[in-house]
């Protein structure tokens, strides 16, 4: 992975003739990904870019960083980073990361930032469109960072992320049905990848995310929500609050975050905040299904103290089914957890 980082008085970028993203003093960043890149290598240079002294001190040298100057940054998606000119005049980028896999790491990139320096600090562009970017580059002053350096042996290790300020939007308008729908498709093929058939994806996001099915389970006491993080969207999750269950048990129907906030210890949180909702609507307990392959998310399941109660096996027709474990976990009123024996 690969930032280039330009010192900037002022930066934008317009999509279209309409200013998308646009910064005052601070960083006009260049993301690159490359194939084999990890997240880790994005936390890493998040990091960096938001501890690097390159900004003037009273005395005029490079000495203060984005933490001690105020500044902000506009991230950009930049493919041709990893441009190969070694053979003939036309460039290769066969080193570049799939679209898909870049996405995901410039999108945890820009979320880093978000995290390490407020959501009002980072503008970004939009990932692969056709972008005008100007810029007024203060020095001049370009300083490029590589996460092949960062993982060196003698580099820092992989830096500690403040836990995403979160925020459950509820999804009660056609814009917001929309945008459920965009982080459902976005979300769910790289969540259940090697784990479901492929064509069972897009029929389950029929069943499930439709503007219908979300208006009828919310009017039925199961609202959905986007999930933000630090002012982004994130995520979406639906969870009962009528306590239909027998003795109060309520259900958590779907929680899925993007694959740029995997790893940062959002899930955990997000957990965290649905049941204390559920308890303090009076739920005294919480359940789930998760698919049986899917050892990501029983991990996470586990970790927040939920217990492995049994199987189910579902016919939900269309030549799938969904076979599921089912998870629980008991609830005080205050919403604090219960050690689970």
């Known amino acids: 992975m690969k930032v280039l980082l330009q010192r900037v008085s002022s930066a934008k970028v317009e999509i279209g003739g309409e200013t998308v993203g646009a910064v005052g003093p601070g960083f006009m960043a260049l993301v690159g990904c490359r194939t084999g890149d990890a997240p880790e290598d994005a936390d890493r240079l998040a990091a960096k870019t938001a501890a690097l002294r390159v900004f003037e001190d009273a005395e005029g040298r490079m000495n203060r960083s984005l933490g001690d100057t105020g500044g902000a940054v506009l991230a950009i998606s930049q493919f041709t980073l990893y441009a190969d000119t070694r053979k003939g005049n036309r460039p290769s980028f066969v080193e570049a990361g799939s679209g898909d896999a870049a ?8 979320a880093d930032l978000r995290s390490l320096l407020g959501p009002a600090r980072v503008a970004t562009g939009r990932f692969g469109a056709d972008m005008r970017v100007s810029l007024v580059n203060e020095g001049p002053c370009t300083v ?16 500690r992320l403040p836990l995403p300020t979160l925020e459950l939007v509820p999804v009660n308008s056609p814009e917001r049905e929309s945008r459920a729908l965009e982080i459902a498709r976005e979300a769910w093929p790289p969540t259940y990848a090697g ?5 069972q994806v897009p029929y389950m996001i029929g069943r499930m995310y439709s503007p219908e099915t979300i208006r009828s389970d919310t009017a039925a006491g199961s609202p959905f929500f986007l999930v933000r993080a630090d002012g982004a969207d994130a995520g979406v999750c639906s969870f009962d609050l009528s306590k239909r269950g027998e003795g109060g048990s309520a259900e958590l129907h779907k929680l899925y975050t993007l694959p740029a906030w995997w790893g940062r210890g959002m899930g ?14 009076g739920a005294r307990s919480v359940w789930l299904r998760v698919n049986k392959r899917n050892e990501r ?7 927040a ?3 492995r109660e049994r199987g189910l096996c579902e016919d ?3 030549g799938f089914v969904m076979d599921d474990w089912v998870y629980s976990k008991t609830l005080f009123p205050e919403g604090r957890d219960v050690p689970q024996t």
């Open 305 to 307: 103290r939920f217990r």
């Open 144 to 159: 490029e960072l590589r996460s092949e350096v960062a993982r060196e042996p003698s580099a820092s290790p992989r830096p």
């Open 195 to 199: 784990i479901i058939p492929e064509a």
């Open 316 to 318: 939900i027709g269309g």
């Open 268 to 281: 955990g949180a997000l957990l965290g905040e649905i049941c204390r909702r559920l308890a303090a609507a």
């Open 297 to 303: 998310a029983q991990k996470a399941y586990r970790a």
């Open 103 to 110: 996405r995901v790491l410039y999108d945890r990139f820009c």
